[in-house]
């Protein structure tokens, strides 16, 4: 654990040493979510990670993680999505006439268009109607819409997405104001508008105008967290919980001289801070000037303070305006500036009252300005003068996940929701590989190479598993083989290393390296695949069983390394079984119940087998007579749960019958050959099929491999195949049908005589005896050039009209 490297933000440049406050213990703050709306990709990027790198800390390093999350669950943007929706409820019952209607929609449409799309009223005076926004605005934005950026240099980013989006709004504004469906398709230009007429009209004393938003999308956002296996935060904290707190807080960096009250507010004082010693900006220094992101950390609704005394000092509290909730101060009725939500009650955390933690986390886009002015406050705060105070020693700041270049954001109105992208695109372990294939740190764009190369590497894994399960079940003909390993096939301590175990040492070793190495996923990621690709070699190999071992060793590790990773939600630590685990719990099993099905297939192939004319013989009656039910009594008394081992005794009896029905089809007669085969397929493609099982057919008279593979994935395959065969058979279909018609034309025409075939050419007045045109038309002569090209098509049909009536006769 020492020689742990982390990236680390506020040292920028390679990872450096992780080097805990308290030996085995990592305090950690992570930013959580502004709850006003569903989450989407980008917060999955963020969240998903997070919980990697925190896994790994708790189970492949062994660390004791105290893990705080706050919520933001009062803001700007909360402030105004509440409020706006609640003035939209209110509008909503107003009786409106279908006059009215369409005045109100123009109205809101056009200072929509004054707010967000000025060049549309550039150059006309004249009120934009909505017969002319087209025009307008493809005039004005045409560039941007047909790919290009506003300064027509580069490529297209976060303004160009941005603009497009109003565009969007304003589209939908359109067609909603002509189709008289204005509160159900313009709401995007209708929520600012009302805002600006009526904000002030709310009592907004009643906090549940806002808590009742924030509170359902917390709920949505922690059922996406538990979709995704995102492991929940050890303390949750939500900023309207620690109000006073936060307060109290403003109130000591006011009396230590760091900030300052001006008109209500109170803002932190940059110069002050300085002067004292201390550094502002240390994440990211380049862009403490920049007046953007100043304006994007202070919010939309502080635009409107005044009284700084510096550019870029920051508000710690706000003087609540009309319209905004407030809770009393030594100021006034207010509320908390952005950056004071961290770490709403400081006790929380393990150090000090809260004065120093290991790691802090969040998005990329949050270090400046919201980290940095959290790192100066809380600096502030806690430090002494002339003394330094290290409130953070680890900055981990998540690559943002981008869209055609702009990062994914619902502000921008670019985004997919998680449930969404869970219902229709990912699964959460699908999602989570894509991540993986990343490091931590960096952004990605989600590509179909990328989504393709994920896929590939669940894929192996999955066939993986399977395969040494279904060879270790085969090896040792026991269910035991999946829980205890093959019998009598263990390694001995003295064992040398060499061959695939010194192959998984190693893959070992470089794991360890990797995660090390600033949880280095990706290459985790290509030290499993490179480990299955030298075992499924050997997997490849007959007479493999000396393998075994190694093979179980490398799939017992892999499993582990998955776990730890996240990829097996139904998994929990140690992580020390074979595979996938199993969603159902032995406490849910009743074994009777859960062997059913395999018990079905196999009573339905015994009595279809007895049921053929087979040939006699000692092999086939043992089979015919055979009965599971000794074993499966005898595991179930051995406690065995899993339902998957308590039907292979079924299974292996099916298997084996099916695999001396198929020895035995040569020396059937036709009929019972024909039989056999097709129970045979049954049983393959449906039987076990539809109950996640495959049979794995091998050569060289090999018994048949069970693997248990998910039914969906085994119906979907057969389902593919099958329309497969459709579509080829069909193809076959049409092609015979197009050589049958072609060869009916071909004889059809062959069927003229060539004295005949130019008689109704009316090109041509006159012949020979022949049937060769002499005269044209106007009763020219037919000239040598051409009566040679005649004569070549004469001969030709001369020569098939023999042919049709040497095959069909005539004359």
Not at 167 to 173: D, G, L, P, V
Request: with cysteine.
């Amino acid at each position: 654990m020492d020689s742990i490297k982390v990236h680390n933000s506020l040292r920028p440049g390679p990872p450096v040493p992780f080097t805990p406050i308290e030996k085995g213990k990592v305090s950690w703050y992570a930013c959580g979510p502004t709850v006003y709306d569903h989450s989407h990709l980008g917060h999955a990027r963020n969240y998903v990670s997070t919980d990697i790198i925190r896994r790994i800390l708790l189970h492949y390093f062994g660390f004791d993680v105290k893990f705080v999350m706050n919520f933001t669950d009062i803001d700007d943007k909360i402030i105004l999505r509440a409020r706006r929706q609640r003035l939209l409820e209110v509008e909503k019952a107003k009786q409106y006439t279908e006059v009215e209607l369409a005045e109100l929609g123009t109205t809101a449409f056009r200072a929509y268009a004054k707010n967000n799309l000025p060049k549309l009223l550039e150059g006309d005076d004249s009120p934009l109607g909505l017969d002319e926004y087209i025009r307008r605005r493809d005039t004005a934005y045409g560039q941007v819409l047909a790919g290009g950026t506003l300064t027509g240099e580069g490529k297209p980013g976060d303004d160009e997405a941005k603009l497009k989006m109003h565009i969007s709004n304003m589209n939908y504004a359109v067609d909603a104001i002509r189709n008289n469906q204005l509160f159900s398709g313009a709401e995007e230009i209708l929520l600012p508008y009302f805002d600006s007429l009526y904000k002030e009209s709310l009592d907004t004393s009643d906090q549940t105008i806002f808590t009742s938003l924030t509170q359902l999308m917390e709920n949505e956002f922690t059922k996406d967290m538990d979709a995704l296996n995102v492991l929940r935060p050890d303390v949750v904290t939500r900023v309207t919980e620690y109000v006073p707190q936060i307060a109290s807080f403003v109130e000591r960096v006011v009396d230590k001289g760091f900030a300052y009250e001006a008109e209500g507010s109170v803002y932190f004082d940059i110069a002050a801070f300085e002067k004292a010693g201390n550094i502002y900006a240390r994440l990211r220094p380049e862009s403490r000037n920049d007046k953007v992101l100043q304006e994007e950390g202070e919010g939309s609704l502080g635009k409107s303070l005044g009284g700084k005394r510096g550019p870029s000092d920051f508000a710690l509290w706000k003087k609540s305006k009309p319209g905004e909730p407030y809770w009393p101060s030594a100021w006034g009725n207010g509320r908390p500036g952005w950056h004071m939500y961290v770490i709403c009650d400081p006790s929380l955390l393990r150090y000090g009252n809260g004065s120093r933690m290991d790691l802090h986390s969040g998005g990329i886009d949050l270090a400046f300005p919201h980290h940095d002015n959290e790192l100066a406050q809380s600096e502030a705060y806690f430090c002494e003068h002339g003394h330094e105070h290290t409130w953070v020693n680890n900055f981990l700041h998540m690559g943002h996940l981008s869209i055609s270049g702009s990062k994914m954001s619902k502000s921008l109105k670019n985004f997919q929701t998680i449930k969404d992208a869970l219902a229709t695109t990912y699964t959460a372990r699908s999602m989570r590989i894509v991540f993986l294939h990343g490091r931590w740190n960096d952004g990605v764009e989600i590509t179909p190479s990328m989504r393709t190369q994920a896929d590939t590497w669940e894929t192996t894994v999955n066939n993986f598993f399977t395969n040494v399960k279904s060879l270790l079940v085969e090896a040792n003909d026991t269910t035991a083989a999946i829980t205890n390993g093959a019998k009598g096939l263990t390694i001995t301590e003295n064992e040398p290393v060499e061959g695939l175990l010194a192959d998984l040492e190693q893959a070992k070793k470089d794991v360890d390296a990797a995660l090390s190495n600033s949880f280095d996923t990706p290459q985790v990621i290509r030290v499993i695949a490179d480990i299955i690709r030298k075992a499924n070699i050997r997997i490849g190999t007959p007479n493999n069983i000396s393998e075994l071992p190694a093979l179980e060793s490398i799939a017992r590790w892999v499993t582990k390394i998955v776990g730890i990773l996240g990829l097996d939600a139904n998994a929990t630590p140690p992580y020390e079984g074979l595979g996938w685990a199993s969603a159902i719990t032995s406490a849910d099993i009743d074994p009777t119940t859960a062997v059913k099905p395999y018990q079905a297939v196999y009573n339905s192939v015994l009595a279809d087998a007895k049921a053929l004319d087979l040939p006699t013989s000692e092999t086939l009656s043992n089979l015919l007579s055979q009965s599971p039910e000794s074993e499966f009594g005898s595991l179930v008394e051995a406690g065995v749960r899993d339902p998957e081992q308590l039907g292979l005794p079924y299974l292996r009896a099916t298997s084996k019958l099916r695999d001396e029905l198929r020895r035995i089809v040569p020396s059937s007669s036709p009929e019972t050959k024909k039989a056999i085969l097709s129970l045979s397929d049954r049983i393959r493609d449906f039987d076990l099929t539809n109950i996640g099982v495959y049979l794995d057919d091998r050569p060289d008279g090999q018994p048949s491999l069970i693997k248990f593979i998910p039914a969906a994935e085994l119906i979907a395959a057969r389902d593919d195949k099958a329309a497969k065969d459709a579509e080829k058979a069909k193809a076959k279909e049409e092609a015979r049908l197009a050589r049958e018609k072609a060869e009916a034309e071909k004889w059809e025409k062959a069927k003229v005589a060539p004295q005949e075939m130019f008689k109704n050419d009316e090109r041509y007045s006159e012949w020979d005896v022949e049937g060769m045109p002499t005269k044209l038309k106007d009763g020219s002569e037919v000239s040598k050039g051409q009566l040679k090209k005649l004569k070549k098509e004469w001969d030709r049909q001369n020569k098939v009209h023999g042919e049709y009536l040497t095959k069909f006769g005539g004359s």
